[in-house]
């Protein structure tokens, strides 16, 4: 396990407890080093989120223990998709959206790729007041605006090209459709919209909030409030 599937660091999993099981010969896959699986559960050292893995390997015992040797296979059965937190500024129904859209990327990247385009598209009509022909068109215009920053620009612009627009037209014309997709696409639509939330949601309030500080303290000192406010 590279990440840890609630805050995305980087760990080295080390295991509380484990249950070892030897495998039935006719479970038994073609590598005839695979002869046991176990259960093995532990917790991240950096937000203490339980995992749970299936694993497996060389089944071995002796008179101590049983215990896997080798691990061959390893899978996390529990959380069974990466937990993306969203912050609380941002708004429904692109909450509920993105949710659903982590939610479901492990099972189905294409519909969770489709939610997060019909989501972006909601975004860049709702919010920036963009209406154009097509995702691509909007987008086109959105990469225009004045005031994005360059990496924002950037990330977004990128969407038509992990996407393959031009081989997929139904990604820019019929948002919501559940159809193919390239390799990282869901993953980077989800990348994008966190960053967006960033810009359009979170960030103001934050500045919204300073301000309030820097007033209050301006007022402490009998300065008039800060311009624009």
Not at 104 to 128: C, E, G, M, T
């Amino acid at each position: 396990m590279d990440k840890c599937p609630y805050c995305s660091k980087a760990i080295h999993f080390e295991e509380s407890d484990n249950a070892v099981f030897k495998l039935d010969e006719s479970e038994k896959p073609f590598d005839s080093l695979t002869d046991g699986f176990d259960i093995a559960t532990g917790f991240c050292p950096s937000c203490n989120g339980l995992l749970v893995l299936y694993r497996q390997g060389t089944y071995k015992h002796d008179k101590y223990d049983t215990y896997l040797s080798e691990i061959h296979k390893e899978e996390i059965i529990f959380p069974k998709y990466f937990v993306r937190n969203i912050p609380t500024e941002v708004p429904e129904p692109y909450k509920t959206d993105f949710k659903e859209a982590a939610a479901v990327i492990s099972l189905s990247p294409k519909a969770s790729a489709a939610v997060s385009r019909r989501s972006l598209q909601n975004l860049l009509r709702d919010h920036f007041n963009i209406k154009g022909s097509s995702l691509a068109a909007e987008i086109n215009d959105f990469i225009n605006l004045s005031g994005i920053p360059s990496y924002l620009v950037e990330a977004v612009d990128a969407i038509r090209n992990v996407g393959n627009f031009a081989a997929h037209p139904l990604k820019d014309t019929s948002t919501g459709e559940i159809i193919d997709v390239e390799n990282g696409e869901a993953e980077w639509l989800l990348d994008v919209l966190e960053s967006l939330f960033d810009f359009a949601f979170v960030q103001p309030k934050t500045l919204e909030k300073q301000k309030k500080q820097l007033n209050e303290k301006l007022k402490k000192l009998g300065k008039p409030p800060m311009k624009g406010t």
